[in-house]
């Protein structure tokens, strides 16, 4: 793939993300498992809610899931809805877990 064709592609799946139909946002489940890798690292970590990263994780790229700031930004299952009853709404992620902030799991960086 060109380096142009690489950019639009980017360009084109962070359009489709962001694009909303009905005033609904477009959720990363839909996505095609190989548009998914097109997706920005950086964009992903700012823009992806923990709950909609966790629902595609196992459809990410390898390099992505061994991106230790975006396994940052996966759900806290350890401190938060360990049944996944979601009485109290999704869980936080990991990196705004106060839980795991106490227990100095991860260093902010």
């Known amino acids: 793939m060109s380096v142009e064709s690489v950019i639009d592609k ?6 489709a993300y962001c694009s909303r139909t009905n005033g609904i946002r477009k959720s ?3 996505f095609e498992k190989w548009d998914l890798q097109f997706f920005p690292i950086s964009f992903l970590i700012n823009n992806v809610p923990a709950y909609e990263l966790k629902e595609v994780w196992e ?11 975006l396994q940052l930004c996966l759900p806290c299952l350890r401190h938060y809805n360990k049944d996944n009853i979601q009485l109290d ?3 936080p992620s990991i990196k705004m877990c106060w839980a795991c902030k106490s227990e ?3 260093v902010d960086q």
């Open 10 to 15: 980017v360009g084109y799946v962070i359009n």
């Open 28 to 30: 990363l489940k839909k």
């Open 59 to 69: 459809d990410l790229p390898v390099r992505y899931q061994e991106n230790v700031k």
């Open 89 to 91: 709404g999704p869980p």
């Open 104 to 106: 100095k799991v991860y």
